[in-house]
C-alpha cells in the first residue's frame, strides 16, 4: 500500500548546527507534501508546505526540498536551538483534491545537545 | 495557540462509559476532521466533515460516533470502548477541503480506555 515514512527514528544534533530530516513516500501521485513539528504534550504545528511543481522552498530558518525522480522530502533547519526539541513528521496528500485528509509518517525525534 | 481547542485534555473512561470529546475552532474554517494518534503509529485519519456533512469515514468503527452541529464544532462520542482505543485524539480543521489546505491542529485529547 501506499506510504510516507521516515529513514531515522533519532536524530541528535549539536546547538547552533544545522539539521537535516529525511523522508520517503511512495504514492507517485500525491502532489502536495508538508512537515508538522510536535512537542511533548502538544498537537502538531504547521512549519512549511511544498507542491510538487517545486523542488525547493525556504521559511524563517528552515527549508523543505523535493526530489521527486527518488520520491524523497527533507526538512533542513538553519543554526538549531533547544526550542527545535520535538518530533518532525512529514505528510503527504493526494492529488485527488477530495475529501482526503493526511497521511504521515511515523516521525523523527530532534534531540538538540548544548 | 493554533485557534484549535479541544476538552477534555485528558480523560480516563471504562469499556461501559459513554463520553465525548469536544472540538472548537475559531479561525472561520469550513473542514473539520478527527484524528487517532496511537503510540509508535502514525496518524490515523478518522472523519472528514466539510460544512457540516460528513464526507470520509476511514472505516472507524461504530463505537465512535462524530457529530458536527455547525462549521466551528466536532464532536467525538464514544461508549464501550476498548483498551486498544487509548490514544491521543486530535482534531483539526482547514479553510477548505482540497490540495495545499493547511491543516490546524489542536493540542488533542489524552484517552486511557480501563
Known amino acids: 500500500g501506499e506510504s510516507v515514512g521516515l529513514h531515522l527514528p533519532t536524530l541528535s544534533v549539536q546547538e547552533g548546527d544545522n539539521s537535516i530530516i529525511n523522508c520517503a513516500y511512495s504514492?507517485?501521485?500525491?502532489?502536495?507534501f508538508i512537515w508538522y513539528k510536535q512537542e511533548s504534550g502538544k498537537g502538531p504545528q504547521f512549519i512549511i508546505d511544498?507542491?510538487?511543481?517545486?523542488d525547493k522552498r525556504q521559511g524563517q530558518r528552515v527549508t523543505v526540498l523535493l526530489n521527486k525522480t527518488v520520491k524523497h522530502l527533507s526538512l533542513q533547519i538553519a543554526a538549531t536551538q533547544p526550542g527545535d526539541s520535538a518530533v518532525y513528521f512529514c505528510a503527504e496528500r493526494g492529488s485527488g483534491g477530495g475529501a482526503d485528509g493526511l497521511t504521515f509518517g511515523k516521525g523523527t525525534h530532534l534531540i538538540i545537545q548544548p | 495557540e493554533t485557534g484549535v481547542t479541544q476538552t477534555p485534555r485528558h480523560l480516563v473512561m471504562g469499556m461501559t462509559n459513554k463520553k465525548s470529546l469536544k472540538c472548537e475552532q475559531h479561525l472561520g474554517h469550513n473542514a473539520m476532521y478527527w484524528y487517532k494518534q496511537s503510540a509508535k503509529k502514525p496518524l490515523e485519519l478518522m472523519f472528514v466533515?466539510?460544512?457540516?456533512?460528513?464526507?470520509e469515514n476511514n472505516s472507524v468503527p461504530s463505537r465512535f460516533s462524530p457529530e458536527c452541529p455547525n462549521s466551528s464544532h466536532l464532536f467525538l462520542h464514544l461508549h464501550t470502548l476498548q483498551p486498544e482505543d487509548s490514544a491521543l485524539y486530535l482534531c483539526?480543521?482547514?479553510?477548505?477541503?482540497?490540495?495545499?489546505?493547511?491543516?490546524?491542529f489542536g493540542p488533542g485529547t489524552r484517552l486511557l480506555v480501563l
Open positions: 504514492n507517485s501521485a500525491s502532489d502536495y
Open positions: 483539526a480543521s482547514s479553510q477548505h477541503l482540497g490540495v495545499g489546505e493547511t491543516q490546524y
Open positions: 466533515y466539510n460544512f457540516k456533512e460528513q464526507t
Open positions: 511544498i507542491r510538487s511543481n517545486m
